[in-house]
Antibody
């Protein structure tokens, strides 16, 4: 059974950088699109971007200047870095696996990230 | 960028009702639409991919249809476990969500 386990801080100061990691177990990191999606409290889902098994990235145009995603195939992990945080970045962040049809079939448990001093 | 307009934002229904949620894309996206169910405090659960393909383990009362710019999620005979928020998704964007509440 595929599982995605997220790790990273729950509190980040304004203007700093958020770093989150998602560790994949029970399956290979190959042949999928590894994505990050966030959800502000009480609001809907926002797609942040993906990194493919080959290292190709695609980001939400509204976030592209602040986002970097990376892949560590040797450890079956992928990561998100989001720079220059503001209160508007406060959200639950999810990692997820996308297949060939780019629907997300496995999700991490979610990490509530609060941006506050 | 393609936008997904989902309606209604809230829907009140009773057990046993037939429920339909609609997503309209800002341009043709053939059948690249998925549907998710989300319950409070939980990650979304994939119900349907490619507009109409039911995921394994999802009850057959859920169905999806549509192509081009208009897509629907239908729940026949609403069950207590179905009260949740539903989202449509094109690969790079989500609809605004539909909260299905008890009438």
């Amino acid at each position: 059974q595929v599982q995605l386990q997220q790790s990273g801080p729950g509190l980040v100061r304004p203007s700093e950088t958020l770093s989150l990691t998602c560790t994949v177990s029970g399956g290979s990191i190959s042949n999928y699109y590894w994505s990050w999606i966030r959800q502000p409290p009480g609001k809907g889902l926002e797609w942040i971007g993906y990194i493919s098994y080959s290292g190709t990235t695609k980001y939400n145009p509204s976030l592209t200047s602040r986002v970097t995603m990376s892949l560590d195939t040797s450890n079956n992990q992928f990561s998100l870095r989001l720079r220059s945080l503001t209160a508007a970045d406060t959200a639950v962040y999810y990692c997820a696996r996308g297949g060939a049809v780019l629907a997300y079939d496995y999700w991490g448990q979610g990490t509530l990230v609060t941006v506050s001093s | 960028d393609i936008q997904m307009a989902q309606s209604p934002s809230t829907l009140s229904a009773s057990i046993g009702d037939r429920v339909t949620i609609t997503c309209r894309a800002s341009q043709s996206i053939t059948s690249w639409v998925a549907w998710y169910q989300q319950k409070p405090g939980k990650a979304p659960k994939l119900l349907i991919s490619r507009a109409s393909s039911l995921e394994g383990g999802v009850p057959s009362r859920f169905s999806g249809s549509g192509s081009g710019t208009e897509f629907t999620l239908t729940i026949t005979s609403l069950q207590p476990d179905d009260f949740a928020t539903y989202y449509c998704q094109h690969p790079w964007t989500f609809g605004q969500g539909t909260k299905v509440e008890i009438k």
